[in-house]
């Protein structure tokens, strides 16, 4: 399957956004007409930072979207919530979170999607990339 794939898979499940990047923070996938497609390489970089302690303070920007960190009890995801919020672009919930090799950040495409929601989205990607397969 290839990175490609795997966005597709996640919008045709409900996913609003959806992009992949390395731990280096490169992009490897993205919805094209997406905005997490911007979300700079120093971004993932610092999300995957032992200490998030200043984005736990200040937030994080990805995309064209301002998130604060509501979940960051396991090492291996954050689940965020966006900030801003207008008619025409409700909040909604974001998930971050390290499979294998890669970064994967999910947005839910209404504001009704939980961050558990999009962890259990995720799983069959987890599945798919840890067993090699």
């Known amino acids: 399957m290839s990175w490609d794939q795997y966005i597709q898979r996640f919008l045709t499940e409900g996913a609003g956004d959806a992009a992949i990047f390395g731990h280096d923070g490169a992009l490897w ?20 930072s032992n200490d998030i302690s200043g984005l736990l303070q200040n937030g994080v920007n990805m995309g064209q979207r301002k998130y604060t960190i509501i979940n960051s009890a396991d090492p291996k995801y ?15 919930s974001a998930l971050v979170r390290e499979i294998a090799n890669t970064i994967l950040v999910l947005e839910g495409k209404t504001p009704e999607v939980s961050v558990q929601e999009l962890i259990t989205k995720s799983e069959w990607m987890v599945n798919h990339l840890e067993s090699g397969k």
């Open 29 to 48: 996938a993205s919805n094209s007409s997406g905005h997490l497609q911007s979300t700079s390489a120093a971004t993932i970089k610092a999300l995957r």
């Open 78 to 92: 954050l689940g965020l919530k966006s900030k801003s919020s207008t008619p025409d672009e409700p909040k909604c």
